[in-house]
DNA sequence: ATTTTTAAGTTAGTTTGCTAAGTAAATTGT
DNA sequence: ACAATTTACTTAGCAAACTAACTTAAAAAT
């Protein structure tokens, strides 16, 4: 990383002891995960995949077959949102999307060979990412952060804060 | 809040239960960013303030007469994006844009007294909905949390993670 | 069996962020 | 003093997400 970086980093960091208690952790929550979601992009754009075409891909290496609706529950995004992921997916030759069963308003996501052969490429490349993210934290600081992270959720949506 | 939101609230957390180990922490991060933010966004809408403004509000009650580039620094955003929500913001009125000491480059920022009056207004709702956040983590996890983010971002800057 | 309601997919338009490239002012070097 | 470089702001165009509203198919109700 050359001298530039050094101060972006150095910049995003010193930021972080200065002023602003009153929404502090919102902004550092955001900041870890626009570097992270950043890191990753970098990292798959040599396989011409973008981020938002990852977050579906992981799903339907686990599980093919799913319809559209299904698949935005489980990536936790909104339907116009897959809705074009997908078609640019399709595009792409990395998914089909096929009618079932006789039925003319499901549509089921498989993923084609091409699709399915970047998982083998792509997840030791985010599982790298991760353990690089996480390096020098313990066991014990991992899970906290984790139980915490899903505390913020829960909480943000009991408070009826989202919506 | 509603059964559809209690549903979403289950569908969020079911989520985290499952696999994909690959990238867990990463979207868990993204997904408390997406909430903290939009929750933050329902609060601001009452104002007519976007998130995007209160990022800059927040900094310019602290210190006005930045310059673009410097605000640009202390928010963490790119430079078109402070150009973009800065216009947007002086036609608001809520801040004003102003050469100085006749120099005819840079802009200094600062807030009208609308802009201004903002932050007695805005400043208990961010903290407001912070505390309810971290409700039920103890002082201690809130520490490893905030100093786990903050390795985290530290981390991917200097495996040059990040450009 | 037909009507009504619900659900799945789609389209349109907005927001918030980015990168890359352009312009013009200010600074530095010779 | 002038040329070269750097810096600050701007413009243009793209990406990933959203909400709101539309269309049509399927399911439920009368």
Redesign the interface.
Known sequence: ?GRR??H??Q???E??QS??????????????????????Q??LAEYSVSFGHW?FL??LW?SEGLTQRELS??V?LMEPTTFTALKAMEAKGLIERRHQDGNRKNLHIYLTDKGRALKDEL?PI??E??E??????SEE??R????????????????????
């Not at 602003?20 to 990753?40: G, I, M, N, Q």
């Not at 690089?132 to 934290?137: C, P």
């Not at 906290?144 to 919506?163: D, P, T, Y």
């Open positions: 990383m970086d050094d972006a980093a910049r995003i960091l930021h972080w002023e602003f208690p009153e929404d502090r952790l919102a902004h550092l929550v955001r900041d870890a995960a626009r570097v992270l979601a950043k890191s990753l970098v990292r977050s992981r799903v686990y529950e489980q936790g997840i985010a599982e990412l991760n690089v993210a996480v390096r020098g934290l600081e991992r906290i952060m984790h139980r915490g992270l899903l505390a913020i959720i829960q909480n943000l949506f009991e408070a009826g804060a989202v919506s």
